[in-house]
């Protein structure tokens, strides 16, 4: 048990930190959709892969905003315990010695409780997450040695220094993948008959392996398993999956030799034959689908139609977002970290509350 306290409450913290990721990103959303940058989605889908990268680099940003805090004699650091404790024996907080002390470890009780397995409830919960977890791993093993079979039986179409183009007359949708050493773009053959779907969806596939959103998606696949019960992990996946296509389509026809007309008309007729057929044949046309398409649609028209307008690079706008994202996270994350019990201020609280217990005893007899 010892060896997964740790375990486990470096999970609790990273949960904490991607849950404040959600908040600051939906904040920062708003502050984009009232700025010109708001169809800027190529610049959105790169701040919200520094958001995550954030997330991921959290505890060493946590140990950054600790390094700054002692560099500058910041008494107490920024840890939430530290400045409860403090804010306590200042007499802002007027409770109980005792309760306070009990609030304060409600983190330490629960994971002790957790591993202890005293409270069927919380064993049960943990038992049906256990199961889900096991399933999403056997899916993903599934679908990995699906990709694989597919792959092995495509042809060969061309072949660059990193890149793989493969027909299959096994799909029916275009779709760009990694494997260990090389990335493969696979084709249905049957574009074969039509050059310009043929051109648009190896436009639309190439787009995506350039920008790593191949990557990007796997990890977020190999996260699911151990976050799919965080509200937040799910927003921040589909915020992902809305900006991945919205990106790629405006940077696929913000190339000379692709035309928006015919490259917008390609999308939205083979839009209309997936909602008609119930699966898409071409392009990613992802979230295209239920009672939100018409909105997600109307996105990924008014992304091709502002793409020329858009600039590639990212704005000053968007650089001061990813600066704040690291300093909240980095903040966020420090503030999260566990309280040290042999400090001044917990020591002071500590003979307090063993005061407050020896009056009490006193009282009683």
Request: hydrophobic share 50%.
């Amino acid at each position: 048990m010892t060896a997964v306290k740790p375990v486990l409450d470096a999970f609790l913290e990273l949960n904490l930190v991607l849950a404040l990721a959600a908040i600051v990103w939906i904040a920062a959303r708003y502050v984009v959709s009232m700025t010109q940058m708001r169809h800027g989605f190529v610049a959105q889908l790169r701040a919200l892969k520094i958001l995550c990268l954030c997330v991921l680099l959290s505890p060493l940003l946590a140990i950054g905003a600790g390094l700054v805090m002692a560099m500058y004699s910041v008494e107490g650091g920024v840890a939430i315990g530290d400045l409860a404790v403090a804010a306590y024996l200042r007499g802002d907080i007027a409770m109980p010695a005792t309760q306070f002390e009990a609030l304060l470890n409600t983190r330490q009780r629960w994971i002790e409780q957790t591993l202890a397995g005293e409270n069927p409830i919380i064993s049960a919960i943990l038992v049906v997450m256990a199961l889900y977890s096991a399933v999403c791993i056997l899916r993903i093993i599934r679908d990995g040695f699906a990709i694989r079979g597919i792959v092995r039986s495509s042809y060969l179409w061309r072949s660059s220094e990193k890149v793989d183009i493969r027909l299959s007359d096994r799909v029916t949708v275009p779709f760009a993948v990694r494997g260990l050493w090389r990335r493969h773009v696979v084709l249905p053959s049957h574009l074969l008959n039509t050059p310009s779907d043929m051109r648009f969806a190896l436009a639309h596939e190439l787009q995506h392996v350039r920008a790593a959103d191949v990557e990007w998606e796997l990890g977020f696949e190999l996260l699911r398993p151990f976050l799919f019960w965080n509200p937040a992990y799910l927003i921040l996946k589909f915020q992902f999956d809305r900006l991945r296509e919205l990106a790629c389509d405006q940077s696929v026809v913000s190339r000379r030799e692709i035309n928006a007309v015919e490259y917008t008309s390609c999308l939205l007729n083979y839009c209309s034959n997936s909602v008609m057929r119930g699966s898409p044949r071409v392009l990613n046309v992802a979230l295209v689908k239920g009672g939100k398409a018409k909105r997600v649609l109307r996105q990924r028209v008014i992304a091709l139609a502002d793409a020329p307008a858009i600039q590639p690079t990212m704005p000053p706008l968007f650089f001061a977002l990813s600066v704040a994202f690291a300093v909240i996270l980095a903040l966020g994350a420090a503030s999260l970290q566990p309280v040290d019990d042999w400090s001044h201020d917990r020591l002071m609280l500590s003979t307090v509350v063993n005061l407050e217990r020896l009056e009490a005893r006193n009282q009683g007899n």
